[in-house]
């Protein structure tokens, strides 16, 4: 069975076995969540992904899951808002190297809506224009627990919560309390993923400094990050 695949037997009614306190496993927070019915449920993962990592492609599997999502749309920024005074690696290699490492699991696609929407991206757009192609689904938006914590100076984020759920996964040794952010009630999930300490701004220091970062990226995109000599100058200031 390739990943991705259901294995035939699941439905969203298994759910309630994840309902289960378990410091391990991961755990339904609001069972009347959007979707419980028959709409497509789709999930979005926005990024820079500068590069693209396991920990992205682990979070985005690990949701899909529990939610029992239909796709999951991998979205690669055009112009990061909070990255304007950092050098970001133009928009087609992210892209392909996004490309690359979602072509093995049938449930994830690829979305160019961020890169091709000129200006400065931001959430809300990516929304509505994943609505506009999707529409009659259910929309899932996943976020690591650190961008959470910074989620209501998004700009429009009450908008927002009309147009997705947002399930926050908790990163190794980042775990926020949600009541404390004054998130909207029942809009916000937080959801424990297997931890992987992997972040891009640490595999563009490894690659800089000629260190391997075969198994914490996905094999293709070793071999692109070699074949077009990215991050081989620095990237060792960035933090994501
Ligand atoms: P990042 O630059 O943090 O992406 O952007 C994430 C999303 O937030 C993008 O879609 C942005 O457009 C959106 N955003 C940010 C700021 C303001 C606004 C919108 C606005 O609308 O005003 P990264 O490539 O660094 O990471 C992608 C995701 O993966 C993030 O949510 C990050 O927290 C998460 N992540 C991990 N999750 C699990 N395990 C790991 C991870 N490393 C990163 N090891």
Redesign the pocket.
């Known amino acids: 069975m390739n990943p991705g695949e259901s294995d035939g037997n699941r439905k969203m009614s298994d759910l309630s076995r994840k309902d289960q306190p378990s410091p391990t496993e991961p755990t339904r927070l609001h069972t009347d969540a959007p979707g419980v019915g028959t709409r497509p449920r789709v999930g979005i993962?926005?990024?820079?992904?500068?590069p693209i990592h396991n920990?992205?492609l682990?979070?985005a599997s690990e949701v899909a899951w529990v939610y029992d999502l239909d796709e999951v749309i991998f979205?690669p920024?055009g112009r990061?808002?909070?990255?304007l005074d950092k050098a970001v690696t133009n928009a087609e290699d992210r892209y392909l190297m996004t490309v690359i490492a979602t072509a093995s699991n049938p449930k994830f696609t690829v979305s160019r809506v961020?890169i091709d929407r000129p200006g400065i991206?931001?959430?809300?757009d990516?929304l509505r224009d994943i609505q506009r192609l999707r529409p009659d689904s259910d929309l899932f938006f996943i976020?690591?627990a650190?961008?959470v914590a910074?989620i209501m100076r998004?700009?429009d984020a009450d908008t927002m919560w009309d147009l997705a759920h947002f399930v926050a996964?908790t990163?190794p040794g980042y775990s926020p309390s949600l009541p404390a952010l004054n998130l909207p009630d029942q809009k916000v999930d937080m959801l424990e993923?297997p931890a992987?300490?992997?972040?891009?701004t640490d595999i563009r220091r490894r690659s800089a400094k000629g260190m391997p970062v075969w198994y914490l990226v996905p094999d293709g995109v070793v071999q692109y990050i070699n074949k077009h000599g990215l991050y081989s100058r620095g990237g060792e200031s960035d933090t994501?």
């Open positions: 993962m926005g990024g820079t992904f500068d920990g992205h682990v979070a979205v920024t990061p808002v909070f990255k961020d991206t931001y959430t809300v990516t976020t690591g650190d961008a910074e998004w700009k996964v990163r993923i992987l300490a992997i972040s891009s994501d």
